[in-house]
């Protein structure tokens, strides 16, 4: 599943929250949502990508809401293409 940033609130939170992103292994992008302060640690997800694309994430409205646009944690990803390729980038 591709998502789009469409003009929603979850695309509108993906642009407007602060995100940071570390790239644990091939495929994974750990997004810890800043915008929490303190309890940024209580607000970290793990999106699964493949090709450049985020197909899964680990948050629970993802988990249980499944919006046919993706959640805001993968819309972040998604506009990020730096991020997206260390994601993708196959490691020896």
Not at 45 to 62: A, G, L, N, R
Not at 78 to 92: C, D, F, G, I
């Amino acid at each position: 599943m591709s998502v789009t940033s469409e003009n929603t609130t979850a695309a509108k939170r993906a642009e407007w929250e602060g995100m940071e992103y570390r790239v644990p292994v091939h495929g994974s992008v750990r997004v810890e949502n800043t915008s929490y302060g303190e309890e940024s640690d209580e607000h970290v997800y793990v999106v699964s990508v493949e090709s450049e694309i985020p197909f899964d994430c680990t948050c629970p409205s993802w988990q249980y809401n499944n919006p046919d646009n993706g959640c805001k944690h993968m819309l972040a990803v998604e506009n990020k293409p730096a991020v997206l390729q260390a994601a993708s980038e196959v490691r020896e």
